[in-house]
């Protein structure tokens, strides 16, 4: 008998979350993702209703003014925010959600719903985080060295979270991770 959990999947830009969690909603079917909004504009490549919705500062504004969202934090410039309502049918409904957001937001997250799991994703090294950021081409130089200073400050909280993986070998990462949920969903409830 599975059970709804929230799992909150942090770690700094370039260490592989979005890779994992796309593997991990391959090999754990009753996995649900959580879309958020964001005030960032979109990359090229990326479409509204996709990766994110996109909005303006003012639609977000009034989400944040009538409670509609669970956690939201400012990261680079730009505000980001996991909707409410969604999040908590899909646990009612007995789905494994999963958030990916910032360090900010994952405690927010862990003060509302005690019962969270966090989830830490690391980099091998600071040096290889870099050299994938680059390698995604994504950013400016200066963003990459803003998103380089956000890893560190990131990593400094890596202690607090209920569990830390390694990004190492993908393939070991995603086993561990999809053993980790599976844990949790098969859990007996007291
Ligand atoms: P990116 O701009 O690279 O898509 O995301 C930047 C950071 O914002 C990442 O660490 C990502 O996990 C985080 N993020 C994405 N969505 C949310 C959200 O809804 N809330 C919070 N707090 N952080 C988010």
Request: net charge negative.
């Amino acid at each position: 008998m599975r059970h709804g959990n929230l799992f909150v999947i942090s770690g700094p830009s370039g260490a592989g979350k979005g890779t994992l969690v796309a593997r991990l909603m391959h090999d754990v079917p009753d996995t649900w993702v959580s879309r958020s909004v964001t005030t960032r504009l979109p990359r090229a490549g990326e479409v509204d209703g996709v990766q994110y919705r996109f909005l303006s500062d003012s639609e977000f504004q009034d989400l944040v003014e009538s409670d509609g969202l669970l956690e939201w934090a400012t990261y680079g410039g730009n505000r980001y925010g996991t909707p409410r309502a969604t999040v908590e049918e899909h646990i009612a409904n007995g789905d494994q959600v999963i958030l990916e957001i910032d360090v900010q937001g994952a405690f927010q997250v862990r003060e509302k719903l005690p019962s969270a799991h966090l989830i830490f994703i690391e980099p091998p090294s600071l040096a290889v985080l870099e050299a994938r950021l680059r390698g995604r081409g994504t950013e400016t130089d200066e963003q990459i060295a803003a998103r380089m200073e956000a890893a560190k400050v990131e990593l400094s909280r890596k202690m607090e979270y209920d569990i830390r993986l390694v990004n190492d070998d993908l393939e070991e990462a995603a086993c561990a991770l999809a053993a980790y949920v599976n844990e949790q969903a098969e859990k007996i409830r007291g």
